[in-house]
């Protein structure tokens, strides 16, 4: 039997006003994570609920069967056959931050970027699956298998929405995840959220002594928003002690100077406090980032602070500070295949009469597993007062390169492009590490910047038309009879 003969790129094209306008609206939805007005059916609350809701609303208007599986996921399924292609994306997206040219939440398309919180991770990609569907479903072709888009909520902070999905509905034969790079990732690091903190009673066990006649106290220091973004922006609070406010400031004034980075000092009675801007980045690639709470820590440790301040900003200083691979906490990795090991601090919390928390996301190859560099640490940790919490740990990614996904899928982009699938392998966590059989595939094309949990995220416009192109026809081709 002849296949027959699409131009994907003309079918999208029909398409795109459509498209572009669905994919605004998506975009205008604050999907953020808020405990605060999560109830029964929105877990994550009511934003990200709504999020979800929108997209199973626009595959219904489409014809495809929904299931909404209590608010942590859902998803819409077409086609027929024993076995199941999947495409999971995600409908949440982390904090919008600081120093936007146009609003975050508004989708606005600007010199031929759509602009948006979300627009490249992960609600544009998100948008062309669903469109992708669309398509291969509108023109009938015959299929000899269920598609079945699914859609989770909670993928930028633990993944509990994939996690309650799997344990009760059907894991796909295969499937990709439209929430990284073209042509195709088969390998992922492996991933792990560390809290590591400290009690103002396990500070005391330590019985360190307090420091004479120091310049200033730490009262307060806080950074990040998020373990898996390289933080943009830190805050400490210090009590004037040998060096007064004005004196502190100086000197500070200096730093910032000499180490060109842009912050400022608020001057208050018997207090200052100290702020610092950095350059946010994905946690996966934090060497691209300027982390805010390691540059003011950096500054700190050349002051004399009083005996825990001056221990936290030592510490800070000594592994965090210019750390990138784990060199100083004694566990940096390479593998020539994936890579090195990466570390990103991305939240700092310190109250001196409370809590020390620090949360650390660390991506490793497949070659140096968790197992064999936590000993060493936990052997840093210790001395300092610090334990360790696993908050979350997923392992490494690993799909044959000759699986029939992988040589389906890179036939699609070569057809397509007329270029070779390069196989990539990458530090970051996408839905491919929860399927059976998945891999990334897409929407960021070669040689385009990653905007992802930066300002102004953005996809191209062209690039946004050209993915839905390629979803469709490896929908096709992975669905086909």
Request: glycine residues 10%.
């Amino acid at each position: 039997m002849s296949q027959p003969v699409i131009n994907w790129q003309e079918e999208v094209s029909k398409r795109q006003d459509e498209l572009l306008l669905a994919t605004q609206k998506f975009l205008q939805i604050k999907s953020v994570l808020d405990f605060s007005t999560a109830s029964a059916g929105a877990p994550f609350g009511s934003e990200i609920r709504k999020a979800l809701d929108y997209v199973l609303d626009v595959c219904k208007e489409a014809g495809m069967e929904i299931k909404d599986v209590e608010g942590y996921a859902g998803h819409a399924e077409f086609g027929a056959g024993d076995e199941l292609v999947g495409i999971l994306s995600h409908v949440d997206v982390v904090p919008e931050g600081d120093g936007w040219s146009v609003p975050p939440y508004e989708g606005r398309i600007v010199d031929g970027k759509l602009i948006a919180r979300g627009a490249i991770d992960d609600k544009g990609p998100t948008m062309a699956a669903i469109f992708a569907a669309k398509i291969v479903k509108e023109l009938g072709l015959p299929l000899g298998k269920r598609v079945r888009l699914i859609f989770g909520t909670d993928e930028e902070t633990s993944w509990r929405c994939v996690d309650r999905y799997f344990q009760t509905e059907e894991m796909p034969t295969v499937a990709f995840t439209p929430d990284a790079d073209f042509p195709i990732i088969y390998a992922e690091k492996g991933m792990t959220d560390l809290e590591v903190s400290q009690t103002l009673a396990d500070w005391q066990q330590l019985g360190v002594a307090e420091e004479s006649e120091p310049e200033a106290g730490l009262l307060a220091f806080d950074s990040g928003l998020r373990v898996n973004m390289v933080p943009d922006h830190a805050k400490a609070v210090l009590r004037c002690g040998k060096l007064s406010a004005e004196e502190l400031a100086a000197r500070y004034a200096d730093y910032l100077a000499q180490a060109k980075l842009t912050g400022e000092s608020t001057v208050g009675q018997g207090e200052v406090t100290l702020t610092l801007e950095g350059r946010s980045a994905h946690g996966s690639t934090p060497e691209l980032g300027v982390n805010a709470g390691t540059m003011l820590a950096h500054f700190l440790a050349t002051v004399k602070l009083d005996a825990r301040g001056a221990a936290f900003a030592r510490f800070v200083d000594q592994y965090f500070y210019g750390q990138h691979d784990g060199e100083n906490l004694g566990i940096a990795a390479h593998d020539e295949e994936i890579g090195p090991l990466t570390v990103n601090t991305g939240v700092f919390h310190y109250e001196a009469e409370g809590d020390v928390t620090m949360l650390v996301n660390i991506r490793y190859p497949h070659s140096a597993p968790y197992e064999a560099w936590e000993p060493r640490f936990l052997e840093k940790l210790k001395p300092a007062g610090y334990t360790l919490r696993i908050n979350e740990h997923r392992g490494p990614l690993f799909v044959d390169k000759e699986h029939p996904l992988i040589t389906t899928l890179s036939r699609v982009w070569t057809e397509q492009t007329g270029k070779e699938a390069e196989l990539l392998s990458i530090g970051g966590a996408t839905y491919g590490r929860a399927l059976k059989v998945g891999v990334a595939f897409g929407p960021l094309f070669p040689g385009r910047p990653d905007s992802a949990h930066q300002k102004d995220e953005h996809i191209m416009v062209e690039d946004l038309l050209k993915a839905t192109a390629l979803y469709a026809q490896a929908i096709y081709e992975l669905a086909k009879e």
